[in-house]
């Protein structure tokens, strides 16, 4: 993807609008801000770049009311947002995959419909705004990634390292960058095409049909980019190769080379001909052998624009360009994408009038020590000052005139407070499987995760809980703490052997993290088993009602809401284990070739730690 980099910045340049963005992952280098400097050279002077901040808020986005010209013309001002003054440009997102879900939506949509809906303060209004966005990713694990719904609608998504671009990556000016914009209305593109794009997408298992309609507009692009009328085949080859490669999330099937061969008793010699023509001579006449080139070139233009030739041409072109270790890093994402809305570090939101992280403001009178949001309350009385100084005038008349400027009246309706919420704690319970089955398999690698884990805890002031089960019974080793020292003693003194007592550990699981929720904090159940549950919550022995009494268990702590992921430790993946996921519903992850750090890795995933 590094020789793209400059491909992907003409085509972007060529429909911003049509194209979404781009989503460049790339630490803050050289690199970076060379190809910045190449899209912002390629882009209309009239349209340069605009960067927008992190913490950008709605009414510098969206746009608002005007506070200071509302109140100065008694009437209400709109302020236009970044969004509808960036019509027909680019905008730049700084560090964008620390960007909320909510904000992420916002920018989605206008990304969908190329309009602002302006419904805020008193104002109802649609502003123009086809924009296209470039994302800079600077997350520095895989589990630091640009929110998916963005991610969706940018068209390409670009990886830079400190190297830069290769020297021999092709270059356009600006002036073939302007004549491609015009030209791009009048390419064509043939139905075929479009139908390759589809299935090489559909054979890559891209589910979205954004992907296919963003392959089809840089497909249109590259061809208005080359001077060409239509798009060819190498146009449709440029599109899969850098809108469908990264977004791939498994290989193409392998095509059987028997069913390409007729078979053999299909096959049938040539008849000879019943009246030979006489021979031609061996120098036709130049007429000729141009008409009979002609129709060689039409012929082979003809087959190549067959479906599925032109399809399978497609996936190879982008079988060779899918970036390295994509497909490995795609299980990890899957796991962080799928979490629990309620699970992360930061524990679940909690109301709270008093402390915590300003979110905005509601109406409502200062009392019981809320606090007054003195520029919402201006907001939602500004509107209405010519209407109030007329009915102030009109029923009261001063004895003198007074030299000071009217002033701001505020009535009790006007009144807002501010809104706040309280992150609480995560407490991650690891419920570990001490068994003998257990310990002969993966007890050494399950204590080498909660180690690995607890230290990442200990950074982030996390606490973490150790629950083990052998024998008959499920034992606490360690209440919830965030003592390093505590967890790492508990740990090396848990010896291994006896029976699996599964359905006692999830039922003390589900206790614990029933504690943990009345302090108000949010639990985390990670469960390190094989899933080969022997002995019954009665503590008779027996794998069939073991089973059914862990299932049973399993149910009652997904009722109870708890994010969970279940570890399956066995050296090859165990189907009870799966079922046993399921009915928790928990994340299943079996990892038979896996180390601590594998695991390690894994929990951060679904607790989603950044």
Known sequence: MQGDAATIAALFAVDPAG?????????????????????????????????????????????????????????PVALQGLLAQAHGGVLVLAMAERMTASAATRFGSVLDSGEVLLQRDGLDRVLPARVGLVA????????????????ERLAFHLRLDSQGPDEESPSWSADEVRAARGRLAQTKMAPEAVQALCAAAMALGIDSLRASLFAARTARAAAALSGCDAVEEEHIAVA???????????????????ESAPPPEQASPPEPAENPAPEAPTEPPPNAQDHTQHENNDDADSQSASPQELAERVLEAVQAAIPAG???????????????????????????????????????????????????????????????????????????????????????????????????????????????????????EAKGAVELLLADCYVRRDSVAVLAFRGKTAEVLLPPTRSLARAKRSLAGLPGGGGTP?????????????????????????????????????????????????????VQLRATGVSALLIDTSPQPQSSAEQLAAAMGAQYLALPYGGAQSLNQAVRAVAGRH
């Open 326 to 444: 994509l497909l490995a890093r795609l299980k990890i994402g899957a796991l962080q994408r799928a979490r629990s809305p309620t699970s992360g570090s930061a524990g679940a939101a909690q109301k709270n009038a008093l402390r915590g992280r300003p979110v905005g403001a509601r109406k409502g009178e200062p009392r019981a020590g809320q606090r007054i949001n003195v520029l919402e309350t201006l907001r939602a009385a500004a509107p209405w000052q010519k209407l109030r100084r007329n009915a102030l005038a009109s029923t009261s008349a001063p004895i003198a005139p007074s030299p000071l400027p009217p002033r701001i009246v505020v009535r009790k309706e006007d009144f807002h407070v501010t809104r706040f919420r309280q992150l609480g704690q995560t407490t991650t319970v690891f419920v570990v499987d001490a068994s003998g089955s257990s310990a002969l398999n993966r007890l050494a």
């Open 19 to 75: 194209l979404g963005g781009v989503a460049l992952r790339a630490p803050a280098c050289a690199a970076r801000d060379d190809w910045l400097a190449l899209l912002r050279a390629l882009l209309p002077s009239e349209n340069p770049l605009r960067r927008v901040p992190l913490n950008t808020g709605d009414t510098a986005l969206l746009g608002g009311l005007d506070l200071g010209a509302t109140l100065q013309a008694g009437r």
């Open 240 to 258: 899969a190769r850098l809108v469908l490669a990264p977004r791939a999330t498994r290989l193409p099937p392998a095509a059987d080379p028997q």
């Open 502 to 554: 599964l359905a006692s550990a999830i039922d003390a699981a589900s206790a614990l993290a029933g504690q943990i929720k009345r302090k108000g904090e949010t639990p985390i159940v990670v469960l390190l088993t094989d899933g080969k549950a022997n002995i019954a919550r009665d503590g008779s022995a027996g794998r069939g009602p073991a089973a059914s009494d862990a299932l049973a268990a399993a």
């Open 136 to 151: 800079l990713d600077e997350g520095a694990d895989e589990d630091e990634q640009l929110p998916a719904s963005l991610a």
